[in-house]
């Protein structure tokens, strides 16, 4: 009797997923900001809209934004779980820990989770190699400095964040080897008022050309005001620097958002880890702008070949910043360590907090 | 002419049980129009907010976990605030108890047996009376303003454990990221109901509550925290220290506060990170005066704020109503919780010329740092 209802429960199941009025798959989203922050979680509920606007009707989303990591993420994503979602992205590295112990409660939901390096059976992992994005733009400075100094606005010191400041000098010691970055730890993904005031301090100490690893365009308002250069994060920020940004780093979910969710649309989701820059379109950068077109050809020299793979941004020769050798002449990292990085390379000013 | 505070000389008993009364319909109706004018069912969105969360098991256990941080700390609070004692500092002491408990299960996470977690409890009060002590200590020596010293060391207590989680104490096997190793089974305040949010930490809650109704109720130390929060010269005379009540002060809600990190580190996050608190600390000061400093009245407060919370990430779910529009409602709840408070309290004269009324008379509430906490 139970096997035979069960059958007819899958088939009607089946009947129901061939037919044009299926239920929709209803899908959540964790954001760490809140969706105005023009950045980060901004740019993940792009994704979220694309999702809507390629599967129209089938699918049906929700998000939740300013979710602290720490005690509230968990309930936060049970929740979503609870609102009878069948997909959750769970968009920061603080939440990875919750979203395994609410995948472990819900083991027909999917989760999706940024950043993170822990998975099961119903939890997958995603992230950007924005790196290769660095490498880029740290050449571009090195070509647009006068000063010979970067400023580099730091959100918290994760391996991520490091490594983005590392490749952001190699690209800019590949042009000019005496290139100096300084970096400003703001600890926050996202607070305006403390990245503009560490915009200002690294404009006053000199520096003509700003980077950032935090979420909002704040930095880039600033470096507009004082006439310098900058180049946007997560988004592109022209609208906020005009005259400033030389181009942005984008990080472009949609693709994969929409992946995902045919994905499981289809039943052929299974735990997987992703992690695609601009091979996978993963990373953009926004249209170069600010600068001469030597400028420009050599960018986008370099973004086509990191692209079709000829050239990795962690080819050795690396030093560690304290002079001991790191990758040898023509050796490149391997995935683990970069994921793990908690070093500065050589030459930069800073000491990395710890 | 201006419109001036002016203090009545006698409170109206029905209008103190009525007054949250008044202040949530207020709440609601005002809600109701903000909702409108945004375009959403003003029903559906009111329903959503405070109903709803009280509709399902484990959403009333999520309330609970939520709540019970807040009473924890709140109650502590309330018998330093009675003896006129300041502790603007829980926030740190929540995490100095949560730093102190966790040294078992980060340096002897092989060890097990059911001591673990008492052993983490206790350490965990203990680390949030000594941080709370630092205070009490600069005020009876130097005469330090305990408000200004409490409320830096909140700071110095996240910057502690920002650097512990990223340096000596981060998890050998985690990629570097700044979290210590998952907490050992033995070192989770298991959950009191299947695998639901709600921890035994509620239960430290609802105890919390009873001691210190029965100590302010029923002991002499509970009169002298009163005298000398009301009279302190009548205080000395009777023989009791300013001194000693404001360690007794900080003590007693540095322990409590330390045992509300430690509890919810173990029961909910259960490792330590960079965060471990949506600014409980903060929030509880709110909650200790909306419960009007009486125990019972702070685990009524606990849960109410707690289902603001929950009500706003229900309403963001099922409505699609923005998070900002959730939080100026709460805003607007504890707007109108103050206002009516202050009406019993005060009265409101129109004046012409010049100022009769002394600071004295400025309101109490206004002592306390509200928005740190919203």
């Not at chain 1, 080897?177 to 996202?190: A, C, L, M, R």
Request: with cysteine; proline share 5%; net charge negative.
């Amino acid at each position: 009797m139970k096997t035979k209802l069960f059958a007819a429960a899958a088939l009607a199941l089946g009947l129901a997923t061939g037919a044009a009025q299926a239920e929709p798959l209803k899908i959540g989203f964790i954001y760490i900001g809140p969706t105005g922050d023009f950045g980060w979680s901004y740019q993940h509920d792009q994704g979220r809209k694309a999702i809507e606007k390629a599967l129209g009707d089938q699918v049906e989303t929700t998000y939740l934004e300013s979710v602290p990591e720490g005690p509230d993420a968990e309930r936060s994503i049970e929740r979503l779980a609870r609102a009878g979602n069948k997909l959750i992205f769970t968009t920061s590295f603080g939440y990875m820990d919750p979203t395994l112990k609410v995948a472990k409660k819900f083991p027909d939901v999917k989760f999706e989770h940024a950043t993170g390096y822990k998975r099961a059976d119903n939890v997958s992992t995603y992230s950007s190699r924005f790196y290769e994005g660095r490498y880029v733009i740290g050449q571009i400075a090195a070509k647009m400095s006068k000063t010979g100094t970067a400023g580099y606005i730091a959100s918290v010191p994760i391996p991520e964040v490091v490594r983005g400041i590392n490749a952001f000098m190699l690209g800019a010691q590949s042009i000019n080897p005496d290139f100096k970055v300084k970096v400003i730890w703001v600890n926050s993904w996202f607070d305006p008022g403390k990245e503009a005031d560490a915009a200002k301090a690294l404009i006053d100490q000199g520096v003509d050309i700003i980077a950032q690893h935090t979420d909002s365009p704040a930095a880039t308002q600033v470096a507009e005001e004082r006439g310098i250069h900058s180049f946007g994060q997560a988004s592109d920020m022209i609208k906020f620097g005009p005259k400033a940004q030389l181009t942005a780093i984008v990080d472009n979910w949609s693709d994969y958002y929409i992946s995902r969710a045919k994905a499981v649309i289809d039943g052929t989701w299974k735990s997987e880890d992703t992690w695609g820059g601009f091979d996978k379109e993963m990373v953009h950068l926004a249209p170069f702008t600010n600068m001469p077109d030597d400028v420009k050809a050599m960018a986008e020299e370099t973004e086509a070949k990191i692209k079709s793979g000829e050239l990795h941004p962690f080819t050795g020769p690396i030093m560690k910043q304290d002079g001991s050798e790191w990758l040898k002449d023509g050796e490149v990292a391997d995935d683990g360590t970069l994921l793990g990085m908690n070093f500065y390379i050589k030459g930069i000013d800073d000491k990395l907090p710890q | 002419m201006r419109l001036e505070l002016k203090k009545r000389p006698e409170h109206s008993k029905a209008m103190a049980i009525a007054s949250p009364l008044i202040a949530i319909a207020l709440t609601v109706a005002f809600g109701a129009i903000l909702f409108a004018v945004l375009g959403y069912d003003p029903l559906k969105a009111l329903y959503s907010y405070f109903i709803e969360p009280l509709t399902e098991a484990w959403s009333l256990e999520e309330l609970a976990s939520k709540a019970t941080p807040l009473v924890l700390i709140a109650v502590g609070l309330s018998v330093a605030f009675l003896s006129n004692t300041w502790n603007i500092g829980a926030e740190g002491q929540y995490t100095m108890g949560a730093i102190f408990g966790s040294i078992i299960p980060v340096y002897f996470w092989q060890w097990d047996g059911w001591m673990v977690l008492p052993a983490m409890m206790i350490m965990g009060m203990i680390g949030g009376a000594l941080y709370g002590a630092i205070p009490a200590f600069l005020k009876t020596r130097f005469g330090t303003n305990e408000i200004l010293t409490s409320l830096m060391l909140v700071y110095v207590a996240g910057f502690f454990l920002d650097w512990l989680v990223r340096g000596p104490w981060r998890d050998p096997g985690g990629y570097n990221f700044p979290e210590t190793r998952d907490f050992s089974e033995a070192a989770i305040l298991p959950p009191m109901f299947g695998n639901g949010a709600m921890h035994w930490g509620a239960v430290f809650a609802l105890v919390a509550v009873v001691v210190v109704a029965f100590l302010l109720g029923g002991t002499l130390k509970g009169f002298e925290v009163k005298v000398l929060g009301q009279a302190e010269r009548a205080g000395a005379f009777a023989g009791f220290s300013r001194k000693k009540m404001v360690y007794f002060g900080f003590l007693l809600s540095g322990a409590f506060s330390g045992l509300a990190g430690i509890a919810t580190v173990s029961g909910t996050v259960q490792q330590l990170q960079p965060s471990i608190s949506p600014g409980y600390g903060f929030t509880a000061i709110i909650v200790a005066f909306l419960g009007r400093l009486n125990p019972v009245g702070i685990l009524i407060a606990g849960l109410m704020l707690a289902l603001t919370y929950l009500g706003g990430e229900s309403a963001q779910v099922t409505m699609g109503i923005s998070d900002k529009v959730v939080r100026v409602f709460q805003g607007m709840l504890l707007f109108f919780v103050l206002a009516c408070d202050t009406l019993i309290l005060y009265r409101i004269s129109l004046v012409s010329g010049r100022s009769s009324a002394g600071k004295d008379d400025a309101p109490r509430e206004n002592l306390v740092p509200a928005e740190e906490a919203v």
